[in-house]
């Protein structure tokens, strides 16, 4: 192993990556850009790379499917050394997300999606069908958005098609370079919980680059803290990291708030969550509005005919009204099973709520969740934070799965 190393188990021989002593040196510069390292990334994970500006953590992804060539050292997917395969041919079988989606203008979102099945040479109809079933795993209708283009789209929507387009023909790896940094922070977690459920599904093993600590707590499996040069400082899971930084460098990353940054690691799905009374559109309003006075409540959440979330009325709004709308209110706060405690939090905050609506992988609604609970979260999280405190056990090591060896700081 190299001085700038680490290794992790992987479960599938087929997907890990291995990056051995790789060295990115460009011509003019005093000091590398990517310095001797060796990191292993396991099958079927998420793999976060963070680090400050200029540290080499993109030039490090692109090095992986070569887009940038490597100047010493070996890379393998399995136990194949991709530095033997053709670049274009290496690139058709890694999935690949940029920020924007990196669409095709003048391509519908149906062809963007079929660009490499179609290189692959798949019969039309088969890539119809892959278009389609793609489509519906990013959560966007077949029908509305197969023919439409990337300038009728949200930004969010864009980021979604190139999610699908690099999964299209079912690539063993993708590499995503801070895709949704461009976006805005609510269609960013929401783009953050898309890409959780997808993984659930599809468990592919993803690398991903982000300025963002908060985004590498809540998507990583593994997170990789990289100095200049891509020298790794740290590399653990997001527990480990929160709770034993290797060092001051690593301290100083992660930035004020690590007690709260702690509600990332827990999800909607494991705290309880309250009832609600529901409504479904076209009911007597004065008939739903007896049934939240009779449980006490303030508001009824408006359910369609596949019980997701339309509307959340409160008592003065459907005393206003004689029948119940089917008109969607696009503010609804709403979150996942699958959101951080943290972004419940924000979503609760932005909507001045006090609560937000829950729903799950096919978007119905299961619950709401508090302030309340969350703050509960929060006081466990401390006093769980001061017994680690009063631990004894050595803090900065890196043991268990992952080992790292000799890594710099």
């Not at 979102?109 to 890539?127: C, D, H, Q």
Request: proline share 5%; aromatic share 4%.
């Amino acid at each position: 192993m190299s001085k700038n190393s680490s290794t992790a188990t992987g479960t599938s021989v087929s997907s890990r990556i291995l990056l051995d002593a790789v060295t990115k040196h460009y011509p003019g510069q005093s000091k590398p850009a990517v310095d001797g390292i060796t990191l292993e990334i396991p099958a079927g994970k998420i793999v976060m790379l963070v680090g400050p500006s200029g540290c080499g953590k993109t030039t490090t992804l692109k090095m992986i499917n070569r887009l940038i060539e490597p100047t010493e050292g070996r890379i393998t997917l399995g136990d194949e050394d991709v530095t033997n395969i053709d670049g274009d041919q290496l690139r058709r079988r890694m999935g690949y997300v940029i920020q924007a989606g990196g669409l095709f203008p003048h391509m519908t979102v149906a062809a963007n999606i079929a660009i490499v099945p179609k290189m692959l040479g798949w019969s039309k109809e088969k890539i119809k069908n892959r278009v389609d079933e793609l489509l519906e795993l990013v959560s966007l209708e077949p029908a509305m958005y197969r023919d439409r283009y990337p300038r009728e789209l949200s930004g969010g929507q864009q980021q979604r098609v190139g999610v699908a387009r690099a999964l299209a023909a079912d690539p063993p790896v993708l590499l995503m370079d801070e895709p949704f940094g461009a976006v805005d922070p609510i269609t960013r977690q929401r783009l953050q919980d898309e890409l959780l459920r997808i993984q659930e599904e599809v468990q592919k093993t993803i690398v991903f680059v982000t300025h963002d600590f908060d985004e590498a707590v809540k998507l990583g499996d593994w997170i990789v803290v990289f100095s200049e040069g891509a020298h790794i400082v740290q590399y653990d899971t997001p527990e480990r990291i929160l709770n034993e930084p290797a060092s001051s460098f690593v301290e100083d990353f992660i930035g004020a708030g690590a007690g709260l940054k702690q509600l990332t690691l827990n999800r909607v799905r494991d705290v309880e969550l309250a009832e609600a009374v529901t409504g479904s559109p076209g009911e007597m309003a004065q008939d739903v509005l007896a049934r939240v006075k009779e449980a006490g409540d303030g508001h009824a959440v408006i359910l369609d005919e596949n019980r997701r979330p339309l509307s959340w009325p409160s008592r003065r709004q459907l005393s206003r009204l004689e029948t119940i709308p089917a008109t969607p209110d696009a503010a609804i706060p709403l979150v996942t099973q699958g959101s951080t405690l943290s972004d419940a939090l924000d979503t609760m905050l932005v909507s001045s709520a006090g609560a937000a609506l829950v729903t799950d992988r096919r978007r119905s609604f299961v619950g709401v969740i508090t302030v309340e609970v969350v703050m509960e979260a929060i006081t466990r999280s401390r006093k769980a934070s001061a017994m680690a405190n009063d631990n004894d056990s050595p803090v900065g090591t890196n043991t268990g799965t992952i080992e790292v060896q000799g890594g710099t700081t």
